[in-house]
T-cell receptor
Framework: DAGVTQSPTHLIKTRGQQVTLRCSPK?????VSWYQQALGQGPQFIFQYYEEEERQRGNFPDRFSGHQFPNYSSELNVNALLLGDSALYLC???????????FGPGTRLTVT | GENVEQHPSTLSVQEGDSAVIKCTYSDSASNYFPWYKQELGKGPQLIID?????GEKKDQRIAVTLNKTAKHFSLHITETQPEDSAVYFCAAESSNTGKLIFGQGTTLQVKP
C-alpha cells in the first residue's frame, strides 16, 4: 500500500511566477492537510481539505490556495512567488474521523 | 495564540542511554499530541501519539507522557541506537480542528 505521494520532488521557480504542487493521500484517507517547512523549523499549517472544501486555514496569505478532487487528491497553488516562499511543502493525509496525520516526502521549492 | 515550545534543540547521547524531549503547549483546548521523527530529506514520520484522556503510552522503546494540568508532554526513548538519530518534532492539535501546531524540533544524535 503506497503512502502519501507528492509531486514534483524538487522545483525551481522565479520570483513572481506561479506554482502548483500535487498530493495523493494514502488509500482510504479522505482528508488532506498542507504544511510549509522552512529550513531548520517545524512545519507550519497552511490549510486542510475535506469533502473538496477548505475546512481550516492557517496564517497564510490568499496567494496560497488549494483544491481537493473527488478522488481525495489535492493541489496547492502559490501565486506571485516571493523569495520567502522557498521551503519544503508537505502534504499529510488522515483517515476518516481520525486525528492521525501521515506525511508525504514533500516538495522542495526554491524561488530565485 | 497557539504555541508549542520544545526543548532541548539539540541532544547528544551515547548508544544505549535514554533520551528525553519535552514540550509545552499554550492552547488548553488541545487534546491530541503526536510525535514525529524526520530524517534528512524525508517527510515527518508519526512514531507515537497520545490523547488528552490518557496520561502515558508506551510502544517498545518509546513512551510519551502527558500532564494536562501543566500543559506538558514528553517523549522518552530508552536503549537508544544510532538509527534513532534524527530530528524529532512534537505537535499539538486543538479539539477537532485538524490543525497541528509543531514545536521547533530537537536534533538527536546517538553516538555509537
Amino acid at each position: 500500500d503506497a503512502g502519501v505521494t507528492q509531486s514534483p520532488t524538487h522545483l525551481i521557480k522565479t520570483r513572481g511566477q506561479q506554482v502548483t504542487l500535487r498530493c495523493s493521500p494514502k488509500s482510504g484517507h479522505d482528508t488532506v492537510s498542507w504544511y510549509q517547512q522552512a529550513l531548520g523549523q517545524g512545519p507550519q499549517f497552511i490549510f486542510q481539505y475535506y469533502e473538496e472544501e477548505e475546512r481550516q486555514r492557517g496564517n497564510f496569505p490568499d496567494r496560497f490556495s488549494g483544491h481537493q478532487f473527488p478522488n481525495y487528491s489535492s493541489e496547492l497553488n502559490v501565486n506571485a512567488l516571493l523569495l520567502g516562499d522557498s521551503a519544503l511543502y508537505l502534504c499529510a493525509s488522515s483517515p476518516p474521523v481520525e486525528d492521525e496525520q501521515y506525511f508525504g516526502p514533500g516538495t522542495r521549492l526554491t524561488v530565485t | 495564540g497557539e504555541n508549542v515550545e520544545q526543548h532541548p534543540s539539540t541532544l547528544s547521547v551515547q548508544e544505549g542511554d535514554s533520551a528525553v524531549i519535552k514540550c509545552t503547549y499554550s492552547d488548553s483546548a488541545s487534546n491530541y499530541f503526536p510525535w514525529y521523527k524526520q530524517e534528512l530529506g524525508k517527510g515527518p514520520q508519526l512514531i507515537i501519539d497520545i490523547r488528552s484522556n490518557v496520561g502515558e503510552k508506551k510502544d517498545q522503546r518509546i513512551a510519551v507522557t502527558l500532564n494536562k494540568t501543566a500543559k506538558h508532554f514528553s517523549l522518552h526513548i530508552t536503549e537508544t541506537q544510532p538509527e534513532d538519530s534524527a530530528v524529532y518534532f512534537c505537535a499539538a492539535e486543538s479539539s477537532n480542528t485538524g490543525k497541528l501546531i509543531f514545536g521547533q524540533g530537537t536534533t538527536l544524535q546517538v553516538k555509537p
